[in-house]
């Protein structure tokens, strides 16, 4: 009996040696790769070349983490990519059929440092195993997407955020804001991205920024991509199972979330709506090929160590869900690939749905409106030492409020090189015409549009953009490029290629040559031709009386009415606002 005894005690003294053993090389680990964050007690971030060197000497430590060049950037540096994988298996053709790929972005805004900085202690962690393994998630990240910005480093550019000392640019080395260039895609960077996300393929994608809208007790807040704008069967998924289990989970860790507080300069207290992710910004991009998309946004008034712990705390809890929910998430996102591909319209205008709302308990701080004595207006200040909890409207909910129907494929003229080019990067499968070809297509006209008055990210934007559709016989020429819809990608083709969307092409300037007339008329000669076409034509010359009785500022301006006649006589370019892609409704091809 004494003996059995001992043997239990010798094996209980054995177990406490390795316990004691295990914790001693995690804090040896720590040791020996420490962080800027760390070492200056929470109030510093990493330099880009002391994050490169970290990850270089981890992944010279660790078999499960590797560190990559891809591509290049503004700054003329290369994007880096780190994989963790517990298998050290880094082929990712191979990882996307056997696991779930998790993809951090971090540093698209460097004075937005806190993902650059937690992604560091969770690399590290992750591979000394102070924190569990993920066995059936594959976790990747960009240490510092902007790179420019990150090495225009200093201390004032953040006017209102607690922390860190010193911190990169918002704007990248061309002055891009990155977060608006993913279907652009005017720098180098997100020509690279593109690379980076069509070789990763990730399940899920996490962007990590800091904001501030409004003062309120929450560290974090979320960003989901928009679940009605997701749609499919994904949609559904990311709004009421899987958001309502990261909440309860960093719930569970005493870390409280509330959705990104999407307002300005007012009281959160009146409500707020979900911020709807364009395909300009990361989120949305990525939902074009079905990855659940979330920005994490710290809140810049809270302390930066506080910060950075919490969105540590966040994505480790992104790699457990991953963990428990990535079969599912993999059979959805397949199943939705699918749906799209069977679906006849799709949605391209979305506005607030007002009529369904969620009720969410928000903790904020009261807010009064009080004399400002700078300016002797009314200004809003929020006061800390009164708390409240108020329960508060979400309009969480979105519907479309215009959609078009999915052609069978895109033709677009070769000369389009830009475009083209755009499609290639984002794997986009298409082919060129081997000699001419007569297709009957439907062509659209350029009707009407707005532009933005101000420069915005290197354009002026168009919006509001109406057109006018017919079908027609058209001759393309060998080498003109056929874009079939049926593929993984029908999204994203959808998005860039129809005028109307607001973040096609079209909007972004791509097309902005066939928008200038180049032949006009001289009154003194196409009066004669006009009186002709109305002598000529009964139909014509009805309409155009009835013009000129009903819209006072034509019937006043001569040159108005010769430019409408002139706009209709066989003289007038055909190239004018003509859209020079085409839908090709039925393939018999």
Known sequence: MKFVVMKKFCLSLSLILVLVACENKTEDVALDFPTTFETSGGTRTATYEEAIDFYLKLAKEFPEINIQTIGKTDSDRPLHLVTYNLDGDFNFNKINKEKTVLFINNGIHPGESDGVDATMLLFRDLASGKIPSPKKTVVVTIPIYNI?????????????????ESYGFRGNALNYDLNRDFIKTDTENARTFAQIFHLVKPDVFIDNHVSNGADYQYTLTHLFTQHNKLGGELGPYLHETFMPALVDSLAADNWEITPYVNVFNKPPEVGFSQFLDHPRYSTGYTTLWNTLGMMVETHMLKPYKKRVEGTYGLMKKMIALSEIQGDKIKELRSRSNVGFLEREYYPIHWQVDSTETTKITFKGFQADTILSEVTGFERLKFNREKPISKEVTYYDYFKATDSIKIPEAYIIKKQWKEVIDLLTINGI?????????????????????????????????????KVSSALESIAFEAGDILVPTHQEGIRYLLETLEPAAVDSFFNWNFFDTILQQKEGFSPYVFEDTALAMLQNDSVLRQE??????????????????????????????????????????????
Not at 433 to 453: G, H, R, W
């Open 544 to 589: 155009f009386e009835s013009k000129k009785q009903h819209d006072t500022e034509f019937s006043e301006n001569w040159y108005a009415q010769l430019d409408w006649l002139f706009k209709r006589s066989e003289l007038y370019e055909k190239a004018h606002n003509q859209y020079p892609v085409y839908r090709v409704l039925e393939n018999r091809d």
């Open 429 to 465: 499968k298409l082919k060129a015409f081997e000699k001419d070809t007569l297709k009957n297509v439907e062509s659209y006209t350029i009707d009407s549009f707005k532009t933005a008055s101000r420069p915005y990210e290197g354009h002026y934007l168009h919006y509001d953009t």
């Open 148 to 164: 420019g910005g990150a090495l225009n480093r200093n201390s004032t550019s953040r006017a209102n955020q607690n922390g860190p």
